[in-house]
């Protein structure tokens, strides 16, 4: 039993015995004692003041006293005012890092066949173009959130709706028809996604320069918007998209292809994946089947125009476009028929979208539009919705082509990694291949850290070099004593002490080892407030707080060199699983840590 639970059971039974009365468990508050007071756990006593009918110092007292007496956990205690300051006991502790030590995933809890089951959806690109660094902070909050619902013991399925039809398909679609020559990743030895890419911004420069020309004839911008060739063109070729034209299908599938195989690279690279990908062009027509379902139903109307509209009035909110008049969707239907398609594949308790906050509208009508539609799930989905990335030098455009690309901030971050690692001298004795893969694992460490450990819901500023400090509140610095103690424990099996076979029997730990302990049990109670909260920022914020903790540890003890073989032991036992918790919390968070630095 954990020591907080042998604490809130004795308390319980104090409370009857001393004042005669049963209270409910949430009476007892127990939480860390403040660091200027004697003590490990502090019980606050005003909650049962009317129980004790006492005051709250006698109260205290009267508490401490007993636990003291009946809780083997509890070695002594002290009163300030309303607050119960509890002495953990020695063999409490040691009992503690044994049952740390006694599992691999302590604190972390297992799904079962009732676990409820928790679909995430992220990344969501544009087949148009390829992922940028929006796109990074989307997929590394959807993988991690994945991880730390799956930790809380949830069934998670991850899963992906690509956007792969649209007039923005077709512009890139009718540029490289225009200027490609029969282009192709082979002959231009580019990535397909990056080469679509380039195709979108030659659209979009051609195009301004035609409304250019059209202004400069004495055409108003929005007519000249409108009336451009280029635009007309694109419009026409969805349309015949639209009507299932074979050539112009058969250009989409084969220019999807080459973005899907860029995509795939991208997200290996990252370290992210998906159990089940939907795709647009397959769930807007099961959308707009839903659309006519609610319209027979008459949850939705029909204008004039023949344009079909859901009246959110009634629930303070405005009317709401489904199928325009001539009968094509938005993005609105089409996330209705992806609702119905997964539905379908999948047994669904909770379902959460990874969105940027600028579509929080759109969800607050999704959810009263889906629970309209009867699915069970649709009153209580969630939006998880994060900010944007930002840049030292602004904003980024797409169509402009000044986005920070996802593949070529990877390969900034590792050649930065592998650039300051050489200059600080950590790669001395590796080999070419150790320091390349060392150099990967820092610096997506470095950028995957710097991004999750803000709060998912505010804006934020991504600066590179602040990210790949080794010292700080850096995944670099986290991932470096995690390195370090397992090079302690390597020298120790050097020795012929094997760390994981060590079992502590008996011994009286000193402060710091007691915080360590304390703190590396806490793990289980970030994760539990992680997937409650839905942030993976507790989590990294944990990471950081057990590593500064150990790292104050180690500055004033000594493991391999410590006095007495008792002393050693326990310590490594005790680096052992910092470092194990240390790996866990950062795989939580989609970080890989390196053996050696």
């Given at each position: 039993?954990?020591?907080?639970?042998?604490?809130?059971?004795?308390?319980?039974?104090?409370?009857?015995?001393?004042?005669?009365?049963?209270?409910?468990?949430?009476?007892?508050?127990?939480?860390?004692?403040?660091?200027?007071?004697?003590?490990?756990?502090?019980?606050?006593?005003?909650?049962?003041?009317?129980?004790?009918?006492?005051?709250?110092?006698?109260?205290?007292?009267?508490?401490?006293?007993?636990?003291?007496?009946?809780?083997?956990?509890?070695?002594?205690?002290?009163?300030?005012?309303?607050?119960?300051?509890?002495?953990?006991?020695?063999?409490?502790?040691?009992?503690?890092?044994?049952?740390?030590?006694?599992?691999?995933?302590?604190?972390?809890?297992?799904?079962?066949?009732?676990?409820?089951?928790?679909?995430?959806?992220?990344?969501?690109?544009?087949?148009?173009?390829?992922?940028?660094?929006?796109?990074?902070?989307?997929?590394?909050?959807?993988?991690?959130?994945?991880?730390?619902?799956?930790?809380?013991?949830?069934?998670?399925?991850?899963?992906?709706?690509?956007?792969?039809?649209?007039?923005?398909?077709?512009?890139?679609?009718?540029?490289?028809?225009?200027?490609?020559?029969?282009?192709?990743?082979?002959?231009?030895?580019?990535?397909?996604?990056?080469?679509?890419?380039?195709?979108?911004?030659?659209?979009?420069?051609?195009?301004?320069?035609?409304?250019?020309?059209?202004?400069?004839?004495?055409m108003d911008e929005d007519t000249a918007k409108q009336e451009a060739p280029l635009i007309k063109e694109a419009h026409d070729m969805l349309v015949k998209w639209e009507k299932g034209d074979e050539e112009v299908r058969a250009l989409w599938r084969k220019m999807n292809e080459w973005v899907y195989a860029g995509f795939d690279d991208t997200y290996k690279m990252m370290g992210v994946g998906f159990d089940k990908i939907y795709y647009e062009s397959e769930t807007y027509l099961e959308g707009k089947e839903k659309v006519e379902e609610g319209l027979e139903k008459g949850f939705f109307y029909r204008r004039d125009d023949n344009s079909v509209w859901a009246d959110l009035t009634a629930e303070g909110l405005d009317e709401k476009l489904l199928l325009r008049s001539d009968g094509t969707s938005v993005y609105m239907t089409q996330d209705i028929g992806t609702a119905k398609l997964r539905f379908q594949d999948f047994p669904i308790d909770k379902m959460i979208y990874v969105v940027g906050n600028e579509q929080n509208y759109h969800f607050q009508v999704l959810s009263i539009l889906l629970d309209k539609l009867g699915f069970k799930w649709g009153k209580d989905l969630t939006h998880f919705s994060y900010g944007m990335v930002e840049l030292p030098n602004g904003k980024m455009k797409s169509r402009e082509g000044t986005v920070v690309d996802a593949d070529d901030l990877m390969a900034a971050m590792i050649q930065d990694a592998r650039k300051t690692s050489d200059e600080l001298g950590k790669f001395n004795d590796m080999t070419e291949e150790e320091k390349q893969e060392i150099a990967r694992v820092v610096g997506l460490g470095a950028l995957k850290y710097f991004i999750l450990k803000v709060d998912a819901r505010k804006n934020m500023l991504f600066n590179p070099e602040e990210s790949i400090d080794f010292n700080g509140n850096t995944g670099p610095f986290i991932q470096y004593t995690y390195a370090r103690i397992r090079s302690i424990l390597r020298k120790a099996e050097a020795q012929g002490v094997k760390s994981e076979e060590l079992k502590v029997k008996s011994y009286v730990p000193a402060e710091k080892e007691v915080e360590l302990i304390q703190k590396t049990s806490e793990y289980g109670a970030a994760v539990e407030q992680a997937g409650k909260d839905y942030s993976p920022s507790g989590i990294a914020n944990f990471c950081y707080e057990l590593t500064k903790a150990f790292n104050q540890f180690y500055h004033d003890y000594s493991i391999l060199g410590a006095d007495t073989e008792e002393e050693k032991n326990f310590r490594l036992v005790l680096a052992r699983n910092v470092a194990k918790t240390i790996k866990n919390g950062m795989a939580l968070l989609g970080i890989e840590v390196p053996e050696r630095m």
């Open positions: 039993m954990k020591i907080e639970e042998q604490i809130l059971s004795s308390a319980l039974a104090a409370v009857k015995e001393l004042y005669g009365q049963e209270v409910p468990a949430q009476m007892i508050q127990l939480q860390k004692t403040r660091p200027d007071f004697e003590g490990n756990l502090t019980l606050v006593t005003f909650p049962l003041l009317k129980t004790s009918h006492k005051k709250p110092e006698d109260t205290g007292a009267d508490l401490g006293e007993y636990l003291v007496k009946n809780c083997p956990a509890i070695s002594g205690y002290n009163v300030v005012k309303g607050f119960l300051n509890l002495v953990i006991a020695p063999e409490a502790w040691v009992g503690l890092l044994n049952d740390i030590n006694a599992d691999e995933h302590y604190g972390e809890k297992k799904a079962t066949d009732e676990s409820p089951l928790v679909m995430i959806e992220y990344s969501s690109p544009n087949t148009n173009k390829p992922l940028h660094l929006g796109h990074v902070r989307n997929n590394l909050l959807g993988w991690s959130l994945a991880q730390i619902m799956e930790a809380n013991g949830n069934k998670v399925v991850k899963t992906n709706i690509v956007n792969d039809r649209g007039i923005h398909i077709c512009k890139s679609m009718l540029a490289w028809l225009k200027w490609g020559n029969g282009e192709t990743p082979e002959t231009s030895g580019k990535k397909g996604d990056h080469l679509i890419g380039d195709y979108y911004v030659a659209f979009d420069k051609h195009y301004r320069e035609e409304v250019k020309e059209l202004m400069a004839q004495g």
